[in-house]
């Protein structure tokens, strides 16, 4: 009995506090409705705002009305009056007729790049005729290459060379640069051979087309200060200070008539004088 007794008044001072702590008042009451209501709100603020920043906000450029609507010029970067687009066989036949025609006096496109080839061995199946028709319209014109990481840069000028046929008063030619090498050092070897092959054929430097990330991590090397860029970069409204560039694609929504699917719209970076200056003599 006595060792009962003991145990007992052991433990009694943990029962009496358990019986304390349990008759708080603060405990089992539910959280006051405004603090409910002001966290939800709070966190649905905070879940949209992160959903504009990241998914909206970067583009936003892309919805404003552009090429081809009534007020497209929006969509235009102001302070540049020499426009033009690319084009491949994604666009589809082309009414040329209608494109000229169209060709808006506000901000009308002078100048047409059109895809020839790609690799070493595949050409643009639209080219051959929308390269002799940008020509009997009357645009400037000027042909691309794909750049491939897969064949040598000398077999791929070659092809180039072959299919494009540039002659006097064309624009020069244009290297599209996007595809990532598994090996940077023969890559950039590969892609020199080309344009110096490019370059003694045509008596002209080439453009190198590429988007600014790219252009920084494997275009990084001094070789390629000496060509003119063409950056593509959408959503935005300038390109910045710090951005050396001749020809900016500003935006891959461009609607424009004679063309049954989207284009690229491009600004060169001068005069239409200046523009005339570049064709190979």
């Not at 077999?155 to 008063?169: H, N, S, V």
Request: positive net charge; proline residues 6%.
């Amino acid at each position: 009995m006595a060792e009962k007794k003991k145990i007992q008044k052991r433990t009694g001072g943990r029962k009496k506090t358990s019986a304390r702590r349990s008759s708080s008042p603060n405990v089992g009451k539910p959280m006051p409705r405004w603090i409910y209501v002001t966290t939800i709100v709070m966190a649905t603020a905070i879940a949209l705002y992160l959903i504009y920043a990241l998914f909206f906000r970067p583009y936003f450029y892309r919805f404003l009305p552009c090429y081809g609507h009534k007020h497209y010029e929006i969509c235009l970067p102001s302070g540049y009056t020499v426009f033009g687009i690319d084009i491949s066989r994604y666009q589809g036949n082309i009414d040329w007729e209608a494109f000229r025609d169209g060709n808006p006096a506000e901000a009308p496109i002078s100048f047409v790049y059109i895809k020839a080839t790609e690799g070493s061995d595949f050409t643009d199946v639209n080219f051959a005729d929308n390269f002799a028709e940008a020509k009997k319209y009357g645009f400037m014109r000027g042909a691309y290459h794909y750049f491939s990481t897969k064949s040598s840069g000398i077999a791929q000028a070659e092809m180039f060379i072959k299919t494009a046929g540039l002659t006097k008063g064309d624009l020069p030619p244009m290297i599209d640069i996007e595809e990532r090498p598994k090996d940077k050092k023969r890559f950039l070897q590969e892609l020199k051979t080309f344009i110096t092959k490019i370059e003694d054929h045509y008596g002209v430097k080439p453009i190198i087309y590429t988007y600014r990330k790219y252009k920084s991590r494997y275009l990084d090397d001094p070789f390629f200060e000496r060509y003119p860029s063409w950056i593509a970069h959408y959503y935005i409204s300038s390109l910045g200070d710090d951005v050396k560039w001749l020809i900016w694609q500003c935006s891959d929504i461009g609607e424009v008539p004679g063309i049954p699917h989207n284009v690229d719209i491009n600004i060169f970076n001068g005069s239409i004088e200046q523009l005339k200056s570049l064709q190979i003599k």
